[in-house]
């Protein structure tokens, strides 16, 4: 039910604004890359083997989609994601937006739902705007991460964390070029809500 009221009384408004360029929205939410396999599946009459990487190396991406133009402005490290890296990425949202009243949908992860990450958003005069718990369907960009896994990870190989880096980065900054009719399939703004009933 929170889900429901989310959408309708806050997201959707805020959106509208996007769409007519009075607003940025933003989709925020950070994705973890493991340097090891990322498998696709294929049916066919012969076997096929593709070689895979192995290691524990990790390329963490700090990631926010324009809900509109569907670029993504990113904060990316080899270490962890907190929240000194959301604070940095509110700014360079700013340095992206000037002029322009902005708000961040992201959801309640300890490191993103703290004071110094609200108190950083209201000198800055961003809008947080915190997503109900376990409602994933209503963060577009969680359909980003799963697109770039699919063009750049699945049975894909590697051979060093370099390339393996470097295909992920390359694929982030030229997908809203390279992609532009998948992503405007994939990320629509017409989210499916769901009226949920606890049983007692």
Request: charged share 25%.
């Amino acid at each position: 039910m929170r889900s429901r009221k989310t959408s309708k009384k806050k997201l959707e408004p805020r959106l509208e604004e996007a769409k007519t360029g009075k607003r940025r929205v933003y989709f925020v939410d950070a994705a973890h890359f493991v340097f090891t396999a990322f498998l696709g599946y294929l049916w066919c009459f012969t076997r096929i083997f593709v070689r895979t990487p192995h290691g524990r190396q990790r390329l963490n991406v700090l990631g926010a989609l324009d809900a509109v133009s569907k670029e993504v402005v990113t904060v990316i490290n080899e270490t962890y994601i907190n929240a000194a890296a959301v604070m940095e990425l509110l700014e360079k949202l700013v340095v992206a937006s000037p002029g322009i009243p902005i708000t961040v949908v992201l959801d309640n992860a300890r490191y993103q739902r703290c004071n110094a990450v609200i108190e950083h958003a209201r000198k800055l005069g961003i809008e947080l705007l915190f997503l109900p718990s376990y409602s994933p369907n209503l963060n577009l960009i969680e359909r980003l991460w799963r697109l770039v896994k699919k063009l750049v990870l699945n049975s894909q190989y590697h051979p060093d964390f370099r390339s393996f880096r470097e295909s992920i980065i390359n694929c982030l900054t030229t997908l809203h070029e390279k992609h532009e009719d998948e992503l405007k399939s994939l990320l629509t703004l017409k989210f499916q809500v769901f009226k949920v009933k606890f049983l007692t």
